[in-house]
């Protein structure tokens, strides 16, 4: 079964600290992929980065990271000296198997970035 | 990434009537378009896959009937959500899938039925 536990409700931190956002994940499929989306005030959904199971590099896009270990079947998403307007929902997610097209959301991360 | 829209972005009806969310893409030929739905705070549940030209597969546990779904055109697929009740009051939210399995959501539409 697929599954995508993102743990953290809530996050709430003052603008410049750094925050990471926990995303474990569970299959039985080898291939499989991992997604982070953002999703603002404004309702609609930003693709973040997607991660497929044979790629384990870590990656870095500006101020953002992600941490993929397969070990521990984690995807943990790093922001590096938070924004106000980092403040939203992050949702983790995950899709493998025959069906690739078949997203399974995690709960989401609701990030507050105070200034 | 490709851009996709919706329409209406919120729209209020009353019990037991229908309405009709259009998903359009753009910049983008879709033949295959997603549908989800999301309660307050909570995650998006894939009701169905829009397939173009054919019928769409729903997940388990979603009435086909109550919630029908058309992709008559490569850049356009419509929900419609049949004999609505309160409870189906939500957040539908449509996507379609990118060159590399990501999906890329439209800005979705909120439906009150009162």
């Known amino acids: 079964a697929q599954k995508v536990t993102q743990a953290q409700t809530e996050i709430s931190v003052v603008e410049k600290e750094d925050v990471t956002l926990d995303c474990v994940y569970e299959t039985r499929d080898t291939t499989y992929y991992l997604f982070w989306y953002k999703q603002p005030p404004s309702g609609e959904l930003v693709f973040l980065i997607r991660r497929n199971s044979f790629d384990e590099q870590n990656e870095i896009s500006g101020r953002y990271s992600w941490n993929f270990q397969k070990s521990t079947s984690s995807f943990n998403f790093t922001i590096t000296a938070s924004q106000v307007v980092d403040s939203a929902v992050y949702f983790c997610a995950l899709s493998g198997g025959y069906n690739f097209n078949k997203f399974y959301f995690g709960s989401g991360t609701k990030l507050n970035v105070k200034p | 990434g490709a851009v996709v829209s919706q329409h209406p972005s919120w729209v209020i009806c009353k019990s037991g009537t229908s309405v009709k969310i259009e998903c359009r893409s753009l910049d983008f030929q879709a033949t295959t378009m997603f549908w989800y739905r999301q309660f307050p705070k909570q995650s998006l549940m894939l009701m169905a896959t829009?397939?173009?030209?054919?019928?769409?597969?729903?997940e388990q546990g979603v009435e086909k009937d109550k919630f029908l779904i058309n992709h008559a055109s490569l850049t356009l697929s419509t929900l419609t959500v049949t004999s609505a009740h309160p409870e189906d009051s939500s957040f539908y939210i449509c996507s379609l899938e990118g060159k590399g399995y990501e999906q890329y959501f439209g800005p979705g539409t909120r439906l009150t039925v009162t």
């Open positions: 829009s397939n173009e030209g054919s019928k769409a597969t729903y």
